[in-house]
């Protein structure tokens, strides 16, 4: 079993990467615990969960409209009745949503109490599961509340992802691009990303993509936890990524929406002459388009919504609105605050072209 | 305006001491920015805050009742609707209430937002407004959700001060003798609190204690910030304290029932030897009964809500009660997790009788 230690303002962390099932014997013997489980993995492990008694068990769908603060008040008050407190143990076990709405009970109840997370989707094995971030939908606006609370564990069996859609793994696939991508170094050589990306698509190569990905994060965050800088850059095809989850009614999952949203990145970059049609072309050719696996439909683009959830991101500061670009070929990546609503519709044509929506 | 400077592991933030209302114009100035004002705070200086655009101001009535996440999600409403999100700054003006709500707001909303908090309660200058905690209470259980966020900034202007009733002067009274018995100098001059909390009674003396009795809490908060040791101290009164803001519904104000907890706690102390029946006679006599300024009533003393109240407590880590209590004449502060039902009974009546409640 290797490890990555993480280092965090809140309290250090952990990721243990496991080859066996063996890690959740210990997790049993914790004396003070509950598990949160997406009721979805429980049934499909039901055999590996099997000894967890009912009273320390909560499960719930973990589904987008679910990751809300009515959630996470059900998970509040299931651990409110018991007699442990603050040293109760949290060990939620899911994917990105499990982890949002677990991460935010685990940081403001008790004022924080302990947390173990076992991440079930490639995405949030190779991304989110590092890096202190939980959020929560409220109301129509997406992600807006949360905070930061890394895990103090977090075991990575890849195991798990056996049982994805291959939906939910190209999700994941998303995020690995965007750090493959932004991996400072240079000159970037494209051609070995894409093979990556074709390894990851075969099982035993899956750890190692998961480390480096994890590696490239890991830089990032140590340098800047609290999101108030150079971490902004991970907002590389979120922006109108998040935007696209909205409109579609997270019909298209997470990291497919981000992929699109490079794709759209890189439309506004060529139209400032940041980056070169060579590669623009290249990036869309054989890194984007080849990872939608899903036939994508122009009712899920919606030009209203898409511009109304870019002027509800967080990030924004201005009038116009914010955007994560690359600059140059390398696709080094800043945050400008000046996307003019003219040219997000301009940029959102063009998209439309290229997916052959229009 | 003097300045005390604070360390965080979320951001490192500075109190000001006012002695004009001043600073209030330059709050007017800040581009992107809501005012969250206890209703109450409002109508009593309105003329003071008659230039805020009523687009920008949000009151509350800030009650005990009102700490929860219902507030806090009418708050979220509120500046969601805002075109600034991440880069808005929220000033909140009342009590350890607005604090409570307010700063679970700030650090939960856009993964934490800038905040500047203008405490108008004594127990909020002297006390509360530093230390980074914020608290919400869930269904019937008292302060178990929130957090660590300081704001960025505090204005302290003591003049606020005026307006409070006696029962609310005094509720920050008890911090005050709390921390002034907590302070790590030996041995400790009781006669020299007892001067001090007479002092602090009159006008033109209140901006020392609350500077002298903020010192005290730096120290501690430098070094333990989130709560996992030495400031765990600060629970000397509050482990019963809190029991009996539950079971007086909040008639016994914060500081007065924390009063009331540091005689407790002296009593469970004096039963193991721990303190002098001498010492123990002299801080009731002289710093505790003296500073409870309301008519008590037995029917404020539920054992059975008390009881419940402290199994419930977020400190409490076994099959019996957590209490901090001294163990020594000099008041060193200790906490320990074997407060059995039996002693906590046998106190309890003892309790009743010293405030002739019995």
């Given at each position: 079993m290797s490890k990555l230690e993480l280092n965090s303002n809140i309290h250090n962390y952990e990721v243990a990467f496991c080859?066996?099932?063996?890690?959740?014997?210990?997790l049993m013997n914790i004396e003070k615990k509950v598990f949160v489980i997406d009721k979805n993995v429980y049934k499909l492990y039901k055999e590996l969960f099997k000894n967890i008694r009912k009273d320390e068990l909560f499960l719930f769908d973990a589904i987008e409209e679910k990751k809300t603060l009515k959630t996470v008040e059900k998970i509040y008050k299931f651990l409110a009745t018991k007699d442990a407190k603050r040293n109760i143990t949290l060990i939620s076990i899911g994917g990105g949503i499990t982890q949002d709405v677990t991460g935010f009970v685990a940081s403001t109840l008790y004022r924080g109490i302990k947390w173990i997370f076992?991440?079930?989707?490639?995405?949030?094995?190779?991304?989110?599961?590092?890096g202190s971030k939980t959020s929560l939908n409220f109301e129509t606006y997406k992600n807006i509340l949360g905070g930061f609370y890394p895990p103090n564990k977090i075991f990575i069996q890849p195991d798990f992802l056996d049982t994805l859609s291959k939906k939910d793994y190209?999700?994941?696939?998303?995020?690995?691009?965007k750090f493959a991508l932004l991996k400072e170094?240079?000159?970037k050589d494209f051609n070995s990303i894409v093979n990556m990306v074709e390894q990851v698509k075969r099982k035993n190569d899956r750890l190692v993509t998961i480390k480096k990905t994890m590696q490239v994060k890991k830089i990032y965050i140590d340098e800047d936890e609290f999101d108030t800088g150079k971490r902004n850059l991970f907002n590389y095809g979120h922006c109108f990524g998040h935007a696209l989850e909205n409109s579609s009614h997270y019909e298209i999952p997470h990291g497919i929406a981000v992929i699109i949203g490079m794709i759209y990145a890189n439309i506004v970059a060529l139209n400032r002459s940041l980056i070169s049609k060579d590669i623009y072309k290249f990036l869309n050719k054989k890194l984007?388009?080849?990872?939608?696996?899903?036939?994508l439909n122009i009712k899920l683009f919606d030009e209203k919504i898409l511009l109304e959830s870019m002027k509800n991101d967080k990030k924004r500061v201005g009038k116009?609105?914010?955007?994560?670009?690359?600059t140059d070929d390398d696709i080094r990546a800043i945050k400008v605050d000046d996307l003019t609503f003219t040219e997000f519709s301009k940029s959102y044509n063009q998209l439309l072209k290229i997916l052959k929506l229009k």
């Open positions: 080859d066996s099932f063996n890690f959740l014997d210990d076992i991440p079930t989707t490639f995405l949030a094995q190779a991304d989110s599961c590092i190209y999700s994941g696939i998303g995020e690995v691009i170094s240079y000159p984007f388009l080849p990872n939608i696996p899903i036939k116009d609105l914010t955007i994560v670009i690359p």
